[in-house]
């Protein structure tokens, strides 16, 4: 490119802003990564990124600086994930929005889907692990939930990254509003609309319109005190101005919340009714038996133990070839440079602290790190990818629950362990080499 | 009776989930709402949690979150869990 083309493209090159939702582990941080080419580390539990990650990625000539909100099932809750990704919908700052579903989960999906269209229009839906939905041969009609939703619908996989760019396109339709989504609206009981309507324009008053005044009238009508509190706080409504605002009692209020609650998952369940069709009904069977063995209380334990031996067998023992290998050719390698850096002006003593005194102690610590590492956590990986992890965190929940955490601590325990045992292993060395 | 109640393989439709559960709309967001069908597929070691399949997926729940629901059973066997 000329420097004077480079000039004009910089010219016209128009900056957005994406958020990335989705649910826990359907594969938005890999998403994020294939977007982006970043690095951030993807793993399977839930809250994993509750700071925000956010990268740039240009297509078209234009730049867009991604977002990636926490995972969370739904934004009605009041989870600190939930509150964060909650209000970043609700600001309107980004140009599009992309939900991310897995594919062989959109019941569970869509409702954060539904909500999130309650919130904005500017929406693209991006159904992941379409690879995972064929191998179960779940087929998915695109076409006919973009049509129900009226919001571009695309099928994607991220980790072999298959359908990016229409991705890519799509998002791009959207903040160059050449496609402005109409997605239908939620509707509720009469009743419910009338109270929603009055609040909205009651709060219309109050905010500015760059809110999404009808997602938070639905907020405010459907949660309790305390949660009302919090809303208010957060959106900056004095509390006077709202006794005013809502009439409703507080059991019209539980009321109202399972209403919503109920018609959100009854339009769930009708898209994926018209719109998936499950080939092998015998798949779902399949997964049950093997479940029955993995985590049944009678083998679920000592399976899990045997997984757990093998692992840590492998690392432990496995590790000392490349060990010894690894030590072997540094080490000899280190002579060679004493030899080199003898030969040269340098003063004996400052050769000596260079190779006996820095270079020794580095070599030991890569020889003797790295091969459990990079032994260790590619398995880990494979168990996680093998959908393993959660199963040893149910396996184990009963005991850490006593212990008050939750099963989920069980894979942090592994990866102590293992760093531990690199730890030893270290100061083992040091008697070894007597340093 | 209430969900950890529900024996291993059968299935329940969802009556109530008392207005004391912690995680009362966590559950509702995850479809425990009135009137939904669960199975109860595994329960763990120690009985505790118990695993159950609604809406197309499962969930693992503890006991003492299980006991805010309540349920009734279905006696018929439910073989295609996706109609
Ligand atoms: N088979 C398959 N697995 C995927 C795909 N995308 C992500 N995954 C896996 O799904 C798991 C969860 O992904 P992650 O990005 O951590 O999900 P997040 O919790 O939504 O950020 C990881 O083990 C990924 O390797 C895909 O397109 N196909």
Same mark, same amino acid.
């Given at each position: 490119m000329t420097e004077k083309s480079v000039e004009h493209s910089l010219i016209e090159a128009k900056h957005f802003t994406i958020n990335l939702i989705g649910n826990p582990n359907v594969g938005k941080s890999t998403l994020f990564n294939a977007l @982006?080419?970043?690095?951030?580390h993807t793993g399977n539990w839930a809250g994993k990124t509750v700071q925000l990650t956010s990268g740039f990625y240009q297509f078209g000539g234009n730049y867009y600086h991604l977002v990636d909100l926490p995972g969370t099932y739904?934004? $009605? $809750?009041?989870s600190p994930e939930e509150k964060i990704t909650c209000k970043a919908l609700c600001q309107? @700052?980004?140009?599009c929005t992309i939900v991310v579903c897995d594919a062989t989960m959109l019941e569970r999906n869509f409702n954060l889907l539904l909500q999130t269209l309650e919130i904005t229009n500017k929406v693209v839906l991006c159904i992941n692990l379409l690879d995972e939905a064929e191998k179960k041969q779940i087929t998915i009609d695109l076409p006919a939930i973009a049509n129900a939703l009226a919001i571009p619908v695309i099928g994607i996989s991220a980790r072999n990254k298959k359908g990016l760019t229409e991705l890519l396109q799509a998002i791009e339709s959207i903040c160059l509003e050449q496609l402005t989504p109409h997605p239908p609206v939620l509707c509720y009981s009469a009743k419910t609309e009338k109270n929603i309507t009055q609040l909205q324009n009651q709060l219309a008053q109050k905010l500015s319109s760059a809110h999404s005044l009808r997602w938070l009238a639905l907020q405010l009508l459907s949660s309790d005190k305390n949660n009302r509190m919090a809303l208010c706080q957060e959106w900056q409504i004095s509390d006077d101005s709202l006794a005013e605002l809502i009439n409703v009692e507080q059991a019209q209020t539980k009321a109202i919340s399972e209403e919503i609650t109920a018609a959100r998952l009854s339009r769930a369940d009708d898209l994926c009714h018209h719109s998936i069709v499950y080939h092998d009904q015998q798949y779902h069977h399949r997964d049950r038996q093997l479940d029955k063995i993995l985590i049944s209380p009678l083998t679920g334990i000592p399976i899990m133990l045997l997984f757990l031996t093998i692992i840590f067998w492998l690392t432990i023992t496995g590790a000392n070839y490349p060990s010894s290998w690894l030590s072997c050719h540094l080490f000899a390698f280190g002579d060679k440079l004493f030899a080199f850096l003898i030969n040269t002006n340098l003063p004996p003593k400052i050769s000596e602290a260079l190779i006996f005194g820095i270079y020794r102690v580095l070599a030991w610590v890569v020889s003797v790190m790295l091969p459990p590492m990079a032994i260790f956590f590619p398995l880990f990986t494979l168990l996680e990818d093998f959908g393993y992890l959660p199963r040893i965190a149910f396996n184990l929940d009963h005991c850490f629950h006593k212990a008050c955490t939750c099963g989920k601590q069980s894979l942090t325990m592994c990866i102590d362990f293992i760093i531990l045992y690199i730890i030893k292993l270290q100061n083992s060395l040091k008697f070894c080499f007597q340093i | 009776m209430t969900l950890d109640q529900l024996s291993i393989d059968s299935w329940a439709e969802i009556q109530t989930i008392n207005e004391q559960a912690p995680l009362k709309k966590r559950l509702q967001d995850l479809g425990f709402v009135c009137g939904a069908k669960v199975q109860c597929l595994q329960k763990s070691?120690?009985?505790?949690p118990i695993a159950y399949f609604i809406r197309g997926s499962v969930i693992a729940l503890r006991q003492e979150d299980c006991r805010y629901i309540t349920v009734t059973p279905l006696t018929k066997e439910r073989d295609n869990h996706h109609d």
């Open positions: @982006t080419h970043l690095r951030q739904s934004l $009605s $809750s009041i309107k @700052t980004a140009d | 070691f120690a009985g505790d």
